[in-house]
């Protein structure tokens, strides 16, 4: 566990890993004014955006994956909604509109602290490309999905889901995890 220097309360520098009173893991309590500094999982939210039986991918422009392609999802700020969240993220990778439909895939990552929440949903128009995080912004039918150059496990995995669902004619939630590195690829083997 990554240490702590500061309490972001008062600013002291005393702060000590304990379990608190009434709690039963370890957590960064401030030796000075008490506060308990809780570390949470992290959200990413986005959606899964569809357009005649094809799906929006984006080409990463940033890291982690520089250069793969995903779909448009990122963390979700404080004080917004997962559907807020997963609109803003489309907006901004793939400078598309579209409406959010159901809740598609839950996807928790322990080892690194995420839980990747998408959404289905259809594209409003023709109109998108890429935004400052994306080189190329694209629609791919099934047959057409570079398999091989997706930038995390949470997607592929959402992906596959998907155009399972659709063949046998039923879209549901997917709740699941992904605990363990893959060494499959060496390239692909730290992805998420």
């Known amino acids: 566990m990554v240490g702590m220097n500061f309490c972001s309360h008062c600013g002291a520098a005393a702060i000590e890993l304990r379990i608190p009173e009434g709690d039963t893991l370890p957590r960064f309590v401030c030796c000075v004014c008490g506060t308990i500094h809780y570390r949470n999982p992290k959200i990413v939210v986005g959606c899964l955006p569809e357009w005649q039986r094809q799906v929006l991918l984006c080409k990463r422009a940033i890291a982690p994956r520089q250069g793969l392609w995903t779909l448009p999802a990122g963390f979700l700020e404080n004080g917004e909604t997962l559907a807020a969240g997963a609109l803003r993220e489309t ?10 439909g ?91």
């Open 91 to 100: 907006l901004e990778e793939a400078s598309a509109c579209v409406e959010i």
């Open 102 to 192: 159901e809740l598609y895939t839950v996807i928790s990552l322990p080892r690194i602290n995420q839980v990747y929440v998408m959404f289905l949903a259809r594209l409003a128009s023709l109109d998108f490309g890429p935004g400052p995080e994306s080189l190329e912004v694209q629609l791919f039918h099934e047959d057409d999905v570079p398999w091989d150059e997706l930038a995390f496990r949470t997607i592929a995995r959402t992906l596959r889901n998907y155009f399972l669902d659709r063949k046998l004619q039923r879209l549901r939630l997917h709740v699941s995890a992904l605990e363990k590195r893959t060494a499959l690829k060496p390239e692909l083997a730290g992805a998420a």
